[in-house]
C-alpha cells in the first residue's frame, strides 16, 4: 500500500530541482545573448540556491538535488557556485568581454 502523502503530490519533491533548472534555463539564455558574464553569475547563483534548499530540506523533499549525503551536496554546491561566481567577477579582457 502506498502512503497517502506521496500519492498526493508526487511532483513536489522535484520542485526544488526544476526551480535551480529553472535559473539555469535564464543563464542559458543570457549566454546565447552574448552575455556570458550575466549568464555565469546566474549559474553561480542558482548552485547556491540549490546549497540553500539542499541546506535546509529533507532528503525526501530536496528531490534530485539529493546526490550524496547533506553535507557533501551543500559543500560541493557552495564551492561550485562561488567558484563560478569568482571567475565571472574577475575575468576581464579577451573575446567575449
Known sequence: MHSPRRDRHP???HLPFALVLALV???GFR???YHWRQGAVIVGG????AAVLRAVLSDAQAGLLAIRG???DVLSYTGL???????AFTIVGGPLD
Do not use: Y
Open 11 to 13: 511532483l513536489i519533491a
Open 25 to 27: 534555463a535564464v543563464a
Open 31 to 33: 549566454i546565447w545573448q
Open 46 to 49: 542558482a548552485l547556491l540556491v
Open 70 to 72: 547533506r553535507p557533501v
Open 81 to 87: 557556485g562561488v567558484l563560478i561566481l569568482f571567475v
